[in-house]
């Protein structure tokens, strides 16, 4: 049996969004501000010369850190 297949394609810019439910979204991105204010309270408490600037680059950097994490590889090829 042949059957005529469709081509509807009702993509926009935020369909990678749908696989998630907002909740998953909200837990996601609030794991990620944590993660980025542990990680800023151990530099702190280390004593990094980069953590010695004004708040709101702090809060920047705090921010940044989880969204480089997940989208940005910085490592070495394994193979």
Not at 31 to 40: E, K, L, Q, R, S
Not at 55 to 69: E, L, R, Y
């Amino acid at each position: 049996m042949l059957v005529r297949a469709t081509h509807e394609w009702n993509q926009t810019l935020w369909t990678f969004l749908k696989p998630f439910t907002w909740r998953l979204w909200i837990v996601i991105v609030g794991a990620g501000i944590y993660i980025g204010f542990a990680v800023a309270f151990l530099e702190y408490r280390v004593g990094n010369p980069k953590f010695k600037v004004p708040v709101h680059q702090k809060v920047v950097m705090i921010i940044w850190f989880p969204i480089s994490t997940f989208f940005f590889y910085e490592g070495t090829y394994l193979i």
